[in-house]
């Protein structure tokens, strides 16, 4: 079983948020879950921000959404990919 996992980084959230947003609707077909974690709540929401998305499909989509994300100013896109041996 394997596992591709998504960890973006999201600085100056108040001004990326919405490119991101855009991009993850795109590709949404890819996204089998979505965590999205920030600090605060209110009038002391933090501007930084975390997302963690489990994809599905073709790992060359999977590259080519992660260099559309590192496109935007103030994000960090890494891809994870998690295997345990068969029994």
Do not use: F, P, Y
Not at 53 to 81: P, Q, T
């Amino acid at each position: 079983m394997s596992k591709t996992v998504m960890i973006i980084l999201i600085g100056n959230r108040k001004e990326s948020a919405v490119s991101v947003q855009k991009i993850l609707t795109g590709w949404g077909c890819l996204i089998k879950t979505r965590l999205g974690i920030h600090d605060g709540v209110l009038e002391k929401c933090s501007d930084n921000g975390l997302l963690i998305l489990e994809l599905v499909g073709d790992e060359e989509k999977h590259d080519e959404l992660m260099r559309k994300l590192s496109l935007i100013n103030g994000i960090n896109a890494k891809l994870v990919k998690l295997s345990v041996a068969s029994e």
